[in-house]
């Protein structure tokens, strides 16, 4: 990002990855539905907007990027988002997020639906593949959409995260990338 330009961050939630941007001198709009998040957002540095993912309030073509961080994975529909974060965006304009990877076969595991579903996740958090993604963005009229793969540990050690850092990740190469990355960075152009 670049010192002036206007970015959008959906799914701001407590304004981290927006605090995270404004550093790059961007004017950044944090925007989330929920309320109780972003009141603890509040005070980090970025303008912090009640919103819904579905109908944003914000002008056609008003920001040169909008970023989504863990957020389609809790979006009700997950076409509309992309179409208002295409029509919020200016043209020539970068969607930028990254999601948990529908490929990895832990997510599929820990975040599907089967009886290993994680009770910590919410009901509507699935992971999503980078190739259907790719095809949503299509059909919204994005293009030159690239993703690629990795895995992050978490502040919280648990024997998840242990697992995942000692054993999978040091594999997690090649071929195998696609299926042991939890997670995705991905990104379009309007």
Same mark, same amino acid.
């Given at each position: +990002? ?6 959008? /961050? +959906? ?12 550093? @790059?001198?961007? $004017? ?6 929920? +309320?109780?998040? $972003? #009141? ?9 907007? =009640?919103?819904? =993912?579905?109908? $944003? !309030? ?6 040169? &990027?909008?970023? %989504? =961080? ?6 009700? /529909?997950?076409?509309?988002? +992309? ?6 965006? #200016?043209?020539?304009?970068? %969607?930028?997020?990254? /999601?948990?990877?529908?490929? @990895?076969?832990?997510?599929? %595991?820990?975040?599907?639906?089967? !009886?290993?579903? *994680?009770?910590?996740? @919410?009901?509507?958090?699935? !992971?999503?593949?980078?190739? /259907?993604?790719? &095809? ?9 959409? @690239? ?19 000692? *054993?999978?990740? !040091? %594999? =997690?190469?090649?071929? *195998? ?14």
């Amino acid at each position: +990002l670049a010192a002036g330009e206007r970015v959008r /961050d +959906l799914a701001a939630g407590t304004a981290t990855s927006a605090a995270a941007l404004a550093k @790059s001198g961007a $004017l950044v709009v944090g925007c989330d539905f929920s +309320l109780g998040m $972003l #009141k603890v957002g509040r005070g980090r540095g970025v303008d912090l907007v =009640a919103g819904d =993912a579905l109908q $944003l !309030p914000f002008a056609d073509a008003s920001f040169d &990027a909008v970023t %989504i =961080a863990f957020g389609l994975r809790n979006t009700a /529909d997950i076409q509309v988002t +992309l179409a208002e974060m295409r029509r919020v965006t #200016k043209p020539g304009g970068r %969607i930028v997020g990254y /999601d948990p990877n529908g490929f @990895s076969l832990q997510n599929r %595991i820990f975040m599907g639906n089967g !009886p290993l579903r *994680l009770k910590s996740f @919410s009901p509507e958090e699935r !992971p999503i593949r980078p190739t /259907d993604l790719r &095809a949503k963005c299509a059909t919204a009229h994005l293009h030159d959409f @690239s993703s690629d793969y990795f895995t992050f540990q978490n502040e919280t050690t648990t024997k998840f995260e242990m697992v995942q850092s000692r *054993l999978i990740n !040091p %594999i =997690a190469k090649g071929p *195998l990338k696609k299926y042991l990355d939890r997670w995705y960075f991905w990104r379009a152009v309007k």
